[in-house]
DNA sequence: TGTAAGTCAATAGA
DNA sequence: TCTATTGACTTACA
């Protein structure tokens, strides 16, 4: 899972700072000093208090945010911490007050799950650390001198634990209405006040809205299409209160746009209705005079669109986690895509400028999401759907077990309906020493040619496919990154730990090309080292290569 | 035809 | 049962 990397000592990352306390519906109905906060804006004020919240109750509950910032400013840099002592220690509170490492994570070190588990299980050495790594220590470190923090985080786990999912949702559903109104006073209030604010609306707008970009996109000027790549932070959109405002501009477009249609609503934002390909998009919507007023108008406001990907993706996993909503239900209810597409899509949401229409599409459902007041309902509603769906077809499905047989042929199982699992090709798993080859020819051949790409599978034993596929998904997934390599964790290690691989594929490199003269011994050599790797992992050789 | 982008299914691991 | 990863595939485009 992606963590917010990009939090600094003091300022915590955008969705600890949205979900702070002060946003959070649980707290705030439960303890009576916890206050909303006026506006989306004191919210995301770093000064703002991180668990009381408000200036109200500042004085009487210390906020660990700004203790850790009291704290650290004194210096303690210059400390060095026994790392591993304090991770103890704070597993020891975390277990003593029952505090789960998602909530300690989340509200305390800006962290996900994932990274506390592996802060806390393999501390490194402090002069190991950078600055940055050192920094969940620090804030580990004040958040242990603070018993009033412990507490208060005490009482948020609790409260999240003891919630019923109803409240939970009436009171998101609370909040949800406020941040409407914000954005209605901000933008329109007559606008805002006609319009009524629904999910369900939205299909029409996002066809047109996306027609419109399509469009935008193919008149675009070669000059704007030559525009120099923006810096990171300008592709994913910040939190400065102008690029946040565009986003809420582009929500109010929506619904003035809605307002202005004056059309029925669509009977649902649900993927199954709306075609996912833009080139299945119904035909032009702006057939009349007003229509077409209408596109010019969206056209201008869209050559201006720029959703802020990061932190949308940031807010709906803090929505999908707080209401225990799944992947698997979110994509395909509201986007249309399985578990895995939706996993990486909130782990490494691509910038905007970087997203083709299709992909952008994506983010224009979250964004529509997230603004549906019903958006939780909906999804819970579907969820018991889903559940009793699932449990028929467990029961159906046990019933066909029964009915299964071997086919005539033996080539596996096949059930009523003719459908052989022997038909399915076992999935390939590439090996740690096959994955450092590939991972070393890369670095000195990004973009193989046919040849190398063949005397690359020949040795490791792969077909050519997988290599060119390997490479095709790994710059993929290098520029996904930004431009670092890839997580690679499915790794069969070698248990002497050699790499015999490598070195010689990256040789292989240095070998003369067809025609030329080669080293058989070497060739042969390099495929016995490879072979050690291969036989442990389940795939299909290549046919040519037993010739080998 | 090769590449990028987007996606899926299988799988691993918690 | 959940999420993350990854090999393989489809589609669009130059």
């Known amino acids: 899972m992606q963590t917010t990397g990009e939090v600094s000592v003091f300022s915590p990352p955008s969705d600890v700072r949205s979900v702070s306390v002060d946003n959070d519906p649980v707290i705030q109905k439960e303890t009576p000093e916890f206050h909303h906060s006026t ?10 208090s991180f668990i009381s919240g408000s200036p109200a109750s500042s ?3 210390l906020s660990v ?3 850790i910032k009291e704290e650290t400013d004194s210096g303690d840099d210059e400390q060095e911490f026994d790392t591993a002592r304090l991770a103890q220690q704070v597993k020891e509170a975390l277990q003593r007050l029952n505090i789960g490492q998602r909530v300690f994570g989340h509200y305390v070190l800006g962290l996900s799950q994932g990274t506390v588990s592996d802060i806390l299980a393999r501390p490194k050495p402090w002069s190991k ?9 620090l804030r580990m470190k004040h958040f242990l001198s603070n018993e009033h923090s412990i507490q208060m985080l005490s009482v948020i786990q609790e409260r999240l634990r003891d919630r019923s999912s109803d409240d939970v949702i009436r009171n998101i559903l609370d909040q949800s209405r406020l941040e409407m109104l914000d954005d209605d006073d901000e933008d329109d209030d007559d606008e805002g006040s006609r319009c009524q604010h629904s999910g369900d609306e939205s299909h029409n707008i996002i066809r047109n809205i996306l027609q419109q970009a399509k469009h935008e996109m193919q008149t675009q000027t070669p000059a704007m299409n030559d525009a120099p790549v923006q810096q990171e932070e300008e592709d994913y959109g910040t939190l400065e209160p102008s690029v946040q405002s565009l986003a809420d501009f582009v ?9 202005e249609i004056n059309e029925d609503a669509e009977p649902s934002v649900s993927p199954s209705s709306v075609s996912r390909s833009f080139q299945t998009l119904p035909a032009d919507p702006g057939q009349t005079a007003q229509g077409f007023k209408m596109e010019t108008r969206q056209s201008c406001e869209l050559q201006s669109l720029h959703l802020d990907t990061f932190s949308i ?4 996993k803090e929505t999908l986690t707080v209401n225990n909503i799944g992947q698997r239900v979110f994509g395909e209810e509201v986007l249309g895509l399985t578990q895995s597409s939706v996993s990486e899509l909130l782990s490494h949401p691509k910038p905007w400028t970087k997203l083709s229409l299709k992909g952008k599409e994506n983010f224009i459902r979250m964004h529509l999401w997230l603004q549906d007041p019903q958006n939780i309902q909906k999804l819970n509603a579907m969820k018991k759907t889903d559940h009793r769906a699932r449990l028929k077809r467990a029961l159906i499905g046990s019933e066909c077990d029964s009915q299964r047989c071997l086919d005539v042929g033996g080539q596996g199982f096949c059930d009523r309906w003719g459908q052989c699992e022997a038909m399915k090709r076992p999935r390939v798993i590439l090996s740690a020493q096959e994955r450092e080859a590939l991972i070393a020819v890369y670095q000195t051949e990004p973009y193989p040619s046919q040849h190398t790409i063949e005397r690359l599978a020949a040795q490791l034993g792969l077909h050519t496919s997988t290599v060119s596929n390997w490479f095709y998904n790994y710059r993929s997934r290098i520029r996904r990154d ?17 790499s015999p691989v490598s070195a010689s594929l990256v040789r292989l490199k240095q070998e003369p090309s067809d025609g030329e003269m080669e080293d058989a011994d070497l060739q042969r050599e390099e495929h016995n080292h490879v072979s050690v790797g291969v036989q442990s992992v389940k795939r299909e050789k290549d046919e040519d290569l037993s010739e080998l």
């Not at 993706?313 to 709906?316: D, G, K, L, N, P």
């Open 39 to 48: 506006g989306k804006e004191e919210a995301l004020n770093e000064s703002s």
């Open 59 to 61: 004085s009487s509950s």
């Open 65 to 67: 945010q700004s203790f």
């Open 129 to 137: 650390l950078t600055s940055r790594g050192r920094e969940p220590f």
């Open 251 to 259: 929500q109010s477009i929506i619904q003035k746009v809605k307002c």
């Open 313 to 316: 993706t940031q807010r709906v």
């Open 482 to 498: 930004g431009f670092s390599e890839p997580v690679q964790t499915r790794i069969f290690q070698n248990p002497t730990g050699c």
